[in-house]
């Protein structure tokens, strides 16, 4: 059973930065087109940044600049490096494979 696992999430103040990881598993399954979302409270879930298994990348308007996805196939993770954090950056994170996994979601609050 194919898994998606994120960490890194956690409390930062605004200007901070943190990396979020998403580590797959499952027999056989390498990642691909890969995708981070994230959900603010009593909002809807929105893409923040893409990178598919060529390694090209694109990003919302609100974190281009901001955030870098990247990925590591050896390793079978993605990772987000977010730096200059906002308030409005506070969410729930989660990472999405194209071919229809989701992982459970790690939560980013940004807050003084």
């Known amino acids: 059973q194919v898994q998606l696992v994120e960490s890194g999430g956690g409390l930062v103040q605004p200007g901070g930065s943190l990396r979020l990881s998403c580590a797959a598993s499952?027999?056989?399954?390498?990642?691909?087109?890969m995708i981070w979302y994230r959900q603010a409270a009593g909002k809807e879930r929105e893409l923040v940044a893409g990178i598919t298994s060529g390694g090209n990348t694109y990003y919302a308007d609100s974190v281009r600049g901001r955030f870098t996805i990247s990925r590591d196939n050896a390793k079978n993770t993605v990772y987000l490096q977010m730096n200059s954090l906002k308030l409005e950056d506070t969410a729930v994170y989660y990472c999405h494979c194209t071919s229809g996994y989701w992982g459970q979601g790690t939560q980013v609050t940004v807050s003084s």
């Open positions: 499952g027999s056989g399954f390498r990642i691909n087109h």
